[in-house]
T-cell receptor
Framework: AQSVTQPDIHITVSEGASLELRCNYS??????LFWYVQSPGQGLQLLLK??????LVQGIKGFEAEFKRSQSSFNLRKPSVHWSDAAEYFC?????????FGQGTRLTINP | NAGVTQTPKFQVLKTGQSMTLQCAQD?????MYWYRQDPGMGLRLIYY???????DKGEVPNGYNVSRLNKREFSLRLESAAPSQTSVYFC???????????????FGAGSRLTVL
């Protein structure tokens, strides 16, 4: 069954530094993969999605993610983080018509 | 355009009390979902409704009931609240039924429930 794992519970980076958040998915025919962001006290907002085609996906707020079938990964990247990127990030996939989430990665930004 | 609206935003209950969380969407979406969010657990699906008139259990349905009142509304009921149900609850909806964009979920702002 399709599922996702986020190995990092908490990551701290300095403002202006690059960011990579990891997401590994279990084997599936054609995974539908998503990254959502949750700002403190807010609901979840879609950053980007991958269904098929180009393996490098651009999202909102300057984020991108790359689907790598050989590594079963869908890592989220941003070249230069801003203090406003501090939030919790969730990788997700569809399994039996239901959206299944990873455990989440909390991102802290140091000034 | 309001999107997904949840009420109430905050609620404190005593063990054994009952309550209903309300959810409404104005995007004409077919599918609706209830998730709970607990620290370190991500979001776990409680119940979902693939279309009006249908409901199905998710990963953690015990202690909850749902009603898909019409296409817009999907309520979550706790019949006898327990401290283990202290959580933040999120309602979501999606178009589903076809098209690559149909699987994207739109979330409400969440309802924080505390059971004493």
């Amino acid at each position: 069954a399709q599922s996702v794992t986020q190995p990092d519970i908490h990551i701290t980076v300095s403002e202006g530094a690059s960011l990579e958040l990891r997401c590994n998915y279990s084997y599936g025919a054609t995974p539908y993969l998503f990254w959502y962001v949750q700002s403190p006290g807010q609901g979840l907002q879609l950053l980007l999605k991958y269904f098929s085609g180009d393996t490098l996906v651009q999202g909102i707020k300057g984020f991108e993610a790359e689907f790598k079938r050989s590594q079963s990964s869908f890592n989220l990247r941003k070249p230069s983080v801003h203090w406003s990127d501090a939030a919790e990030y969730f990788c997700a996939t569809f399994r039996a018509q239901k959206l299944v989430f990873g455990q989440g990665t909390r991102l802290t930004i140091n000034p | 355009n309001a999107g997904v609206t949840q009420t109430p935003k905050f609620q404190v209950l005593k063990t054994g009390q009952s309550m209903t969380l309300q959810c409404a969407q104005d995007m004409n979406h077919n599918s609706m979902y209830w998730y709970r969010q607990d620290p370190g657990m991500g979001l776990r699906l409680i119940y979902y409704s693939a279309s009006e008139g249908t409901t199905d259990k998710g990963e953690v349905p015990n202690g909850y009931n749902v009603s898909r009142l019409n296409k817009r509304e999907f309520s979550l009921r706790l019949e006898s609240a327990a401290p283990s149900q202290t959580s933040v609850y999120f309602c979501a909806s999606s178009e589903m039924g076809g098209g690559v964009g149909a699987n994207v979920l739109t979330f409400g702002a969440g309802s924080r429930l505390t059971v004493l």
